[in-house]
């Protein structure tokens, strides 16, 4: 199982040209809730260098004034220096040298992946190594989900923890994968960006007042028309048996007709795809209330349904 270790160090910390007091707390209590969220997670950690205490982060005043100055109070607020204490103090010292870690950031393989925790954006370093927020941490790991793509028995235990809209079914999904005019490892790049697309785009969507899964797919369509790789969405015939899916939960089995699809006109990977390419799909259902936490469930990821 993938190790994944993310670091604090002095570029973490480090104050951009503007930013008031209102920014700084706000961005303080978020990446605190951010960093609780990280470490609570499997096979992660967060490390500490020790060059973060000098670093300036507001005003003239360093990380380590703003955490142990007590004067200091009610310059940044009392709450925002224990949530800045506790971003710190939950983290492991690390005896690696500041250099090492960014080197490590590039030298990552299938059993250790390291990225850098930002309270700020940094420039200098490769913006797939960096992570801001909760949201920048799904971006994270779907991007690595892409270079290392789990075998098609452990895909939908892999994806899962990364797109907490969806609700990938086990029953279906591995054998669905067969059906792609590729192996799925091949293309991951393009199904991770439908899969990101249903999960941050689709479900908000739906979830609008009045909102149909039609209109959401026009939604959608519309959503990525501009897009470097577009996506199509749409419903499929009524009465295909195929796409006829079973869902358990509870001990109990639900059977769903799953037609809303996307469709994959573009390719990461292809310039110019095949026929069979732009044949494949990915087929769901719309939220339930009550039935999978209200995810939107992914029954297929394989061929056009005929």
């Known amino acids: 199982m993938t190790q994944f270790d993310f670091y604090l160090n002095n570029l973490s910390f480090r104050k951009p040209e503007s ?9 303080i209590e978020q990446f605190s809730e951010d960093c609780e969220f990280i470490r609570k997670q499997k096979n992660e950690r967060i490390f500490r260098h020790s060059s973060i205490y000098g670093e300036i982060c507001f005003k003239n005043y360093s990380v380590s004034d703003i955490c142990h100055n007590p004067s200091l109070a009610s310059v940044i607020g009392r709450d925002f220096q224990f949530y800045l204490q506790t971003i710190i103090d939950h983290a ?10 960014i080197e490590l950031l590039v030298e990552h393989d299938k059993n250790l992946i390291n990225g850098l ?24 790991h779907r991007y ?42 091949k293309i991951m790049k393009t199904i991770i960006h439908h899969l990101s697309a249903l999960n941050d785009v689709f479900f908000d969507k739906f979830i609008e007042p009045g909102m149909s899964g039609d209109g959401a797919c026009d939604e959608l369509e519309d959503y ?19 796409l006829n899916f079973k869902f358990t939960e509870n001990g109990g089995t639900r059977k769903l007709y799953c037609d809303l699809h996307t469709k994959f006109y573009q390719y990461f990977e292809y310039s110019n795809p095949s026929y069979e390419a732009k044949g494949n799909r990915i087929y769901f259902h719309h939220p339930i209330n009550d039935f999978k936490k209200g995810k939107i469930l992914v029954a297929r990821i394989g061929r056009h349904a005929s």
């Open 117 to 140: 925790l930002c309270l700020h954006h940094i420039s200098d370093i490769p913006s797939e190594y960096c992570v801001y927020s909760k949201n920048d941490w799904f971006q994270f």
């Open 92 to 101: 492991q010292d690390t005896t690696l040298e500041n250099d090492e870690i």
């Open 144 to 185: 690595f989900l892409c270079i290392y793509p789990p075998d098609r028995n452990e895909f939908c235990k892999k994806l899962t923890p990364y797109f907490p809209n969806l609700y990938f079914n086990e029953l279906s999904i591995p054998a669905g994968l067969n059906g792609l005019h590729e192996s799925h490892t």
């Open 224 to 242: 990525y028309r501009s897009h470097e790789v577009k996506i199509g969405a749409s419903r499929d015939s009524n009465g295909i048996e195929e």
């Open 19 to 27: 930013l008031s007091l209102i920014e700084l707390q706000i961005k």
